[in-house]
Protein backbone atom coordinates (compact mmCIF):
# COMPACT_ATOMS: atom_id res chain seq x y z
CA UNK A 1 0.00 0.00 0.00
CA UNK A 2 1.06 3.53 -0.72
CA UNK A 3 2.62 5.31 2.15
CA UNK A 4 -0.22 7.90 1.73
CA UNK A 5 -2.96 5.51 1.77
CA UNK A 6 -2.17 3.58 4.68
CA UNK A 7 -1.62 6.93 6.82
CA UNK A 8 -4.85 8.06 5.83
CA UNK A 9 -6.03 4.21 6.81
CA UNK A 10 -4.47 4.87 10.33
CA UNK A 11 -6.40 8.16 10.82
CA UNK A 12 -9.42 6.40 9.82
CA UNK A 13 -8.60 2.82 11.98
CA UNK A 14 -8.01 5.51 15.26
CA UNK A 15 -11.04 7.77 14.75
CA UNK A 16 -13.12 4.46 15.29
CA UNK A 17 -11.02 3.54 18.16
CA UNK A 18 -11.32 6.34 19.80
CA UNK A 19 -15.14 6.69 19.76
CA UNK A 20 -14.96 3.32 21.93
CA UNK A 21 -12.35 4.83 24.31
CA UNK A 22 -14.35 5.92 27.21
CA UNK A 23 -11.74 6.99 29.82
CA UNK A 24 -8.29 8.33 29.88
CA UNK A 25 -6.70 4.76 30.29
CA UNK A 26 -8.55 3.52 26.94
CA UNK A 27 -6.75 6.77 25.81
CA UNK A 28 -3.21 6.11 27.29
CA UNK A 29 -3.61 2.91 25.69
CA UNK A 30 -4.29 3.59 22.25
CA UNK A 31 -1.82 6.33 22.37
CA UNK A 32 1.28 4.14 23.15
CA UNK A 33 -0.55 1.71 20.19
CA UNK A 34 -0.33 4.82 17.60
CA UNK A 35 2.70 7.26 18.70
CA UNK A 36 4.14 4.51 21.31
CA UNK A 37 7.83 3.69 20.82
CA UNK A 38 7.08 0.70 19.05
CA UNK A 39 3.60 1.35 17.88
CA UNK A 40 2.28 1.78 14.57
CA UNK A 41 3.63 5.55 13.44
CA UNK A 42 7.13 3.70 14.44
CA UNK A 43 6.63 0.70 12.17
CA UNK A 44 5.40 2.80 9.62
CA UNK A 45 8.84 4.90 10.25
CA UNK A 46 10.66 1.98 9.75
CA UNK A 47 9.34 1.64 6.04
CA UNK A 48 11.41 4.72 5.00
CA UNK A 49 14.39 3.22 4.48
CA UNK A 50 13.30 0.84 2.00
CA UNK A 51 12.84 3.48 -0.06
CA UNK A 52 14.68 5.13 -2.82
CA UNK A 53 17.00 7.93 -0.72
CA UNK A 54 15.35 10.57 -3.35
CA UNK A 55 11.65 9.32 -1.81
CA UNK A 56 13.07 9.51 1.80
CA UNK A 57 12.44 13.35 2.31
CA UNK A 58 8.88 13.41 1.41
CA UNK A 59 7.95 10.08 2.83
CA UNK A 60 9.57 11.75 6.45
CA UNK A 61 7.31 14.49 6.00
CA UNK A 62 4.02 13.03 5.63
CA UNK A 63 4.92 11.10 8.06
CA UNK A 64 4.99 13.87 10.36
CA UNK A 65 2.26 15.46 9.14
CA UNK A 66 0.10 12.21 9.89
CA UNK A 67 1.25 12.60 12.97
CA UNK A 68 0.28 16.12 13.78
CA UNK A 69 -3.25 15.05 12.79
CA UNK A 70 -2.66 11.91 14.93
CA UNK A 71 -2.10 14.21 17.93
CA UNK A 72 -5.10 16.33 17.25
CA UNK A 73 -7.57 13.26 16.93
CA UNK A 74 -6.23 11.96 20.58
CA UNK A 75 -6.50 16.20 21.99
CA UNK A 76 -9.97 16.17 21.15
CA UNK A 77 -11.14 13.07 21.94
CA UNK A 78 -9.32 13.79 25.68
CA UNK A 79 -11.02 17.13 25.90
CA UNK A 80 -14.34 15.57 25.07
CA UNK A 81 -13.66 12.79 28.06
CA UNK A 82 -12.91 15.50 29.99
CA UNK A 83 -16.51 17.25 29.01
CA UNK A 84 -18.43 13.62 29.60
CA UNK A 85 -16.18 13.75 33.47
CA UNK A 86 -17.80 17.16 34.30
CA UNK A 87 -21.23 16.62 33.10
CA UNK A 88 -20.88 13.77 35.16
CA UNK A 89 -20.14 15.64 38.01
CA UNK A 90 -22.28 18.45 37.62
CA UNK A 91 -25.46 16.25 37.58
CA UNK A 92 -24.22 14.03 41.01
CA UNK A 93 -23.55 17.52 42.40
CA UNK A 94 -25.48 20.13 41.25
CA UNK A 95 -29.11 20.38 43.21
CA UNK A 96 -31.02 22.96 41.48
CA UNK A 97 -33.89 22.39 44.35
CA UNK A 98 -30.91 24.00 46.71
CA UNK A 99 -31.86 27.05 48.35
CA UNK A 100 -29.56 30.46 47.57
CA UNK A 101 -27.54 31.69 50.28
CA UNK A 102 -30.01 35.46 50.43
CA UNK A 103 -26.80 38.46 50.10
CA UNK A 104 -28.14 40.84 52.76
CA UNK A 105 -29.81 43.99 50.92
CA UNK A 106 -28.81 47.56 51.54
CA UNK A 107 -30.96 50.35 52.04
CA UNK A 108 -30.64 54.67 51.46
CA UNK A 109 -29.56 55.93 54.74
CA UNK A 110 -32.58 58.42 55.95
CA UNK A 111 -30.28 61.52 54.89
CA UNK A 112 -29.35 60.02 51.50
CA UNK A 113 -33.22 59.19 50.80
CA UNK A 114 -34.55 62.82 52.32
CA UNK A 115 -31.58 64.67 49.66
CA UNK A 116 -32.55 62.20 46.47
CA UNK A 117 -36.45 63.37 47.61
CA UNK A 118 -36.36 66.93 47.92
CA UNK A 119 -33.91 66.94 44.67
CA UNK A 120 -36.49 65.18 42.87
CA UNK A 121 -39.07 67.11 43.58
CA UNK A 122 -37.22 70.19 42.44
CA UNK A 123 -35.94 68.15 39.08
CA UNK A 124 -39.68 67.77 38.49
CA UNK A 125 -39.85 71.57 38.45
CA UNK A 126 -37.68 71.96 36.21
CA UNK A 127 -34.60 72.95 38.57
CA UNK A 128 -31.11 71.61 38.07
CA UNK A 129 -28.96 70.00 40.69
CA UNK A 130 -25.45 71.70 41.22
CA UNK A 131 -23.00 69.97 43.63
CA UNK A 132 -20.14 72.40 45.13
CA UNK A 133 -16.74 72.26 46.91
CA UNK A 134 -16.88 71.69 50.45
CA UNK A 135 -13.40 73.95 50.82
CA UNK A 136 -14.68 77.46 49.44
CA UNK A 137 -12.98 81.40 49.49
CA UNK A 138 -14.33 83.77 52.30
CA UNK A 139 -15.95 85.60 48.78
CA UNK A 140 -18.20 83.29 48.39
CA UNK A 141 -19.10 82.42 51.69
CA UNK A 142 -19.26 86.00 52.75
CA UNK A 143 -18.61 88.78 50.95
CA UNK A 144 -20.40 88.31 47.43
CA UNK A 145 -23.32 86.87 50.27
CA UNK A 146 -23.55 90.64 51.02
CA UNK A 147 -21.97 90.07 53.85
CA UNK A 148 -18.77 92.05 54.33
CA UNK A 149 -15.67 91.02 56.76
CA UNK A 150 -17.21 93.36 60.15
CA UNK A 151 -20.41 92.40 59.90
CA UNK A 152 -21.26 90.04 62.74
CA UNK A 153 -23.27 87.54 60.73
CA UNK A 154 -19.81 86.30 60.11
CA UNK A 155 -18.96 85.50 63.49
CA UNK A 156 -22.19 83.47 63.90
CA UNK A 157 -21.59 80.86 61.08
CA UNK A 158 -18.78 79.96 63.56
CA UNK A 159 -16.41 78.57 60.83
CA UNK A 160 -13.28 76.24 59.95
CA UNK A 161 -10.71 78.23 58.48
CA UNK A 162 -8.37 76.61 56.91
CA UNK A 163 -6.29 79.93 55.77
CA UNK A 164 -7.76 83.32 56.41
CA UNK A 165 -9.52 83.55 52.95
CA UNK A 166 -10.84 79.64 53.18
CA UNK A 167 -12.90 77.82 54.91
CA UNK A 168 -15.11 74.41 55.06
CA UNK A 169 -17.92 76.20 54.34
CA UNK A 170 -20.56 76.72 57.18
CA UNK A 171 -23.69 76.55 54.61
CA UNK A 172 -24.42 75.96 51.34
CA UNK A 173 -25.01 79.58 50.16
CA UNK A 174 -21.81 80.09 48.32
CA UNK A 175 -23.38 78.10 45.72
CA UNK A 176 -25.71 80.73 44.84
CA UNK A 177 -22.58 82.67 43.81
CA UNK A 178 -20.64 80.45 42.21
CA UNK A 179 -23.84 79.06 40.20
CA UNK A 180 -25.05 82.45 39.51
CA UNK A 181 -21.27 83.53 37.98
CA UNK A 182 -21.74 80.35 35.41
CA UNK A 183 -24.73 80.59 34.10
CA UNK A 184 -26.55 83.76 33.03
CA UNK A 185 -30.56 84.39 34.08
CA UNK A 186 -32.61 82.99 34.30
CA UNK A 187 -31.35 80.21 36.92
CA UNK A 188 -33.02 77.85 38.78
CA UNK A 189 -31.35 75.22 40.71
CA UNK A 190 -30.89 73.15 44.10
CA UNK A 191 -27.92 72.50 45.60
CA UNK A 192 -27.15 69.55 48.48
CA UNK A 193 -24.27 68.79 50.50
CA UNK A 194 -22.02 69.01 53.23
CA UNK A 195 -21.50 71.98 55.76
CA UNK A 196 -19.54 72.62 58.90
CA UNK A 197 -19.57 74.73 61.74
CA UNK A 198 -17.74 74.82 64.91
CA UNK A 199 -20.38 73.03 66.89
CA UNK A 200 -20.05 70.74 70.17
CA UNK A 201 -22.06 67.47 69.21
CA UNK A 202 -25.46 67.18 71.02
CA UNK A 203 -28.64 66.00 70.22
CA UNK A 204 -29.38 69.11 68.04
CA UNK A 205 -26.11 69.84 66.75
CA UNK A 206 -23.30 68.04 64.43
CA UNK A 207 -20.13 69.54 62.99
CA UNK A 208 -20.82 68.57 59.72
CA UNK A 209 -24.31 68.33 58.86
CA UNK A 210 -26.47 68.42 55.53
CA UNK A 211 -27.93 71.44 54.07
CA UNK A 212 -30.31 71.58 50.74
CA UNK A 213 -30.01 75.39 49.32
CA UNK A 214 -32.66 76.62 46.49
CA UNK A 215 -32.11 79.48 44.22
CA UNK A 216 -34.47 80.95 41.23
CA UNK A 217 -33.69 84.17 39.47
CA UNK A 218 -35.39 85.91 36.39
CA UNK A 219 -37.80 88.51 35.13
CA UNK A 220 -41.11 88.86 37.21
CA UNK A 221 -39.90 85.88 39.92
CA UNK A 222 -41.94 86.96 43.51
CA UNK A 223 -42.47 85.86 46.56
CA UNK A 224 -45.03 83.31 45.83
CA UNK A 225 -42.70 81.33 43.52
CA UNK A 226 -40.80 80.82 47.06
CA UNK A 227 -44.19 79.84 48.48
CA UNK A 228 -44.98 77.38 45.94
CA UNK A 229 -42.08 75.78 45.86
CA UNK A 230 -41.59 75.51 49.57
CA UNK A 231 -45.22 73.93 50.07
CA UNK A 232 -44.61 71.44 47.47
CA UNK A 233 -41.43 70.54 49.16
CA UNK A 234 -42.99 69.96 52.08
CA UNK A 235 -45.69 68.01 50.94
CA UNK A 236 -43.40 65.78 48.74
CA UNK A 237 -41.35 65.04 51.99
CA UNK A 238 -43.54 65.06 54.78
CA UNK A 239 -47.46 64.49 53.28
CA UNK A 240 -50.32 66.36 51.30
CA UNK A 241 -51.75 68.37 53.91
CA UNK A 242 -48.75 70.07 54.61
CA UNK A 243 -48.89 74.22 54.87
CA UNK A 244 -45.97 76.19 54.87
CA UNK A 245 -46.18 79.44 56.85
CA UNK A 246 -43.08 82.60 57.11
CA UNK A 247 -41.69 84.60 60.01
CA UNK A 248 -39.99 87.74 59.40
CA UNK A 249 -36.49 87.62 59.85
CA UNK A 250 -33.19 88.44 58.68
CA UNK A 251 -29.87 86.90 56.68
CA UNK A 252 -27.74 89.82 54.78
CA UNK A 253 -28.38 88.00 51.48
CA UNK A 254 -32.03 88.21 51.62
CA UNK A 255 -34.33 91.08 51.80
CA UNK A 256 -36.99 90.37 52.90
CA UNK A 257 -36.15 87.91 54.99
CA UNK A 258 -38.29 84.67 56.42
CA UNK A 259 -37.66 82.09 58.25
CA UNK A 260 -40.07 78.69 57.23
CA UNK A 261 -42.33 76.68 59.36
CA UNK A 262 -44.70 73.53 58.44
CA UNK A 263 -47.27 72.04 59.81
CA UNK A 264 -45.87 69.91 62.54
CA UNK A 265 -46.21 66.15 60.39
CA UNK A 266 -46.17 64.59 64.14
CA UNK A 267 -49.47 65.94 65.44
CA UNK A 268 -51.00 67.91 62.02
CA UNK A 269 -50.62 71.01 63.04
CA UNK A 270 -52.91 70.38 66.18
CA UNK A 271 -50.32 71.13 68.96
CA UNK A 272 -51.51 70.62 72.11
CA UNK A 273 -49.13 68.14 73.91
CA UNK A 274 -47.45 66.82 70.81
CA UNK A 275 -43.66 66.40 71.75
CA UNK A 276 -42.69 67.03 67.90
CA UNK A 277 -43.63 70.69 67.81
CA UNK A 278 -43.80 71.16 71.85
CA UNK A 279 -47.81 72.25 71.07
CA UNK A 280 -46.73 74.92 68.46
CA UNK A 281 -48.47 73.21 66.14
CA UNK A 282 -45.60 74.12 63.45
CA UNK A 283 -41.74 73.23 62.70
CA UNK A 284 -39.22 75.37 61.58
CA UNK A 285 -37.45 73.85 58.70
CA UNK A 286 -34.71 76.83 57.30
CA UNK A 287 -34.49 80.41 56.09
CA UNK A 288 -35.39 81.86 53.04
CA UNK A 289 -36.15 85.26 51.17
CA UNK A 290 -35.80 87.70 48.73
CA UNK A 291 -32.19 87.47 46.84
CA UNK A 292 -30.55 90.83 47.91
CA UNK A 293 -29.93 93.33 45.10
CA UNK A 294 -26.26 93.76 46.61
CA UNK A 295 -25.88 89.68 45.92
CA UNK A 296 -27.30 89.97 42.35
CA UNK A 297 -24.91 92.78 41.44
CA UNK A 298 -22.31 91.01 42.81
CA UNK A 299 -22.66 87.99 40.51
CA UNK A 300 -23.35 90.30 37.35
CA UNK A 301 -26.91 90.35 37.21
CA UNK A 302 -29.04 93.46 37.20
CA UNK A 303 -31.46 94.27 39.82
CA UNK A 304 -33.56 96.32 37.92
CA UNK A 305 -33.99 93.69 35.58
CA UNK A 306 -34.11 90.22 37.21
CA UNK A 307 -35.56 88.99 40.74
CA UNK A 308 -35.20 86.13 42.48
CA UNK A 309 -35.69 84.13 46.01
CA UNK A 310 -34.01 81.56 47.87
CA UNK A 311 -33.86 78.96 50.90
CA UNK A 312 -31.37 77.08 52.87
CA UNK A 313 -32.29 73.84 54.95
CA UNK A 314 -30.93 71.74 57.31
CA UNK A 315 -31.27 68.25 55.90
CA UNK A 316 -30.45 66.97 59.51
CA UNK A 317 -33.41 69.10 60.37
CA UNK A 318 -36.63 67.78 57.62
CA UNK A 319 -35.05 63.73 58.13
CA UNK A 320 -35.50 64.46 62.06
CA UNK A 321 -39.38 65.43 61.33
CA UNK A 322 -39.94 63.23 58.75
CA UNK A 323 -39.20 60.28 60.42
CA UNK A 324 -40.58 61.09 63.73
CA UNK A 325 -36.22 61.37 65.23
CA UNK A 326 -35.40 62.75 68.33
CA UNK A 327 -31.68 63.01 68.70
CA UNK A 328 -29.67 64.11 65.21
CA UNK A 329 -26.44 61.53 66.64
CA UNK A 330 -28.86 58.38 65.23
CA UNK A 331 -27.95 59.70 61.48
CA UNK A 332 -24.02 59.44 62.46
CA UNK A 333 -24.28 56.18 65.20
CA UNK A 334 -25.42 53.99 62.19
CA UNK A 335 -26.70 51.45 64.28
CA UNK A 336 -28.45 49.00 62.03
CA UNK A 337 -31.32 48.36 64.15
CA UNK A 338 -31.86 52.52 63.48
CA UNK A 339 -31.57 52.28 59.88
CA UNK A 340 -33.55 49.09 59.17
CA UNK A 341 -36.52 51.06 61.05
CA UNK A 342 -35.90 53.41 58.18
CA UNK A 343 -35.80 51.24 55.55
N1 LIG B 1 -27.47 79.91 54.58
C1 LIG B 1 -28.37 80.11 55.71
C2 LIG B 1 -27.84 79.38 56.91
O1 LIG B 1 -27.15 78.43 56.79
C3 LIG B 1 -29.75 79.60 55.39
C4 LIG B 1 -30.43 80.42 54.35
C5 LIG B 1 -31.25 81.47 54.70
C6 LIG B 1 -30.23 80.14 53.01
C7 LIG B 1 -31.86 82.26 53.77
C8 LIG B 1 -30.87 80.94 52.06
C9 LIG B 1 -31.69 81.99 52.45
O2 LIG B 1 -30.70 80.70 50.77
O3 LIG B 1 -32.30 82.72 51.52
O4 LIG B 1 -28.13 79.77 58.02
Known amino acids: MALHDQLSALAAELASALTSASDERALEELRIAYLGRSGKITEIRRGIGKLPPDERPTAGKSINDAVAGLEAQFAAAQQGIELRKLDAELERTLDVTLWNVPAPLGSFHPIRKTID ?43 FYLRPDLLLRPHTS ?156 EFIWNEPSFLEQLA
Open 117 to 159: DACTYFVRHGFAVLLGPEVDTTRHNFDALNIPPDHPAREGFDS
Open 174 to 329: PMQIRAMEAYPPPIAIVVPGKCYRRDAVDARHLYQFNQIEGLQVGEGIHFGHLRGMLTGMCRELFGPRQEVRFRPSFFPFTEPSAEIDTTCPGCGGGGESCRTCGGSGWIEIGGSGMVHPNVLRAVGYDPDVVSGWAFGCGIERLAMVRYDIGDIR
